[in-house]
């Protein structure tokens, strides 16, 4: 493909900035934050955090595959 004319760029970056803004129209309109709209659809609003007790069963599991396939290597 090749790489677009500066025209193309442009008209990209005008369409870009007029989605951004009805964006921030639609979320001023429907209540939310302008920062809600400019995170995206399906991402957190803040950053999750992991029990103590899940951290332990994941590092469990996970030394149970090393195993594995450690043992696994060990009989070829």
């Known amino acids: 493909m090749p790489l677009p004319s500066v025209s193309?760029?442009?008209?990209?970056l005008k369409l870009a900035i007029k989605l951004e803004e009805a964006?921030?129209?639609?979320?001023?309109?429907?209540g939310e934050s302008s920062d809600t709209a400019k995170r995206g659809p399906g991402r957190p609003k803040k950053q999750r955090t992991m029990s103590e007790?899940?951290?332990?069963r994941i590092a469990e599991a996970q030394k149970k595959r090393w195993a594995a396939?450690?043992?696994?290597?060990?009989?070829?």
């Open 8 to 12: 193309q760029l442009k008209q990209a």
């Open 23 to 30: 964006q921030s129209e639609l979320a001023s309109i429907l």
């Open 53 to 56: 007790e899940g951290k332990k």
């Open 69 to 76: 396939q450690k043992k696994a290597e060990g009989k070829k």
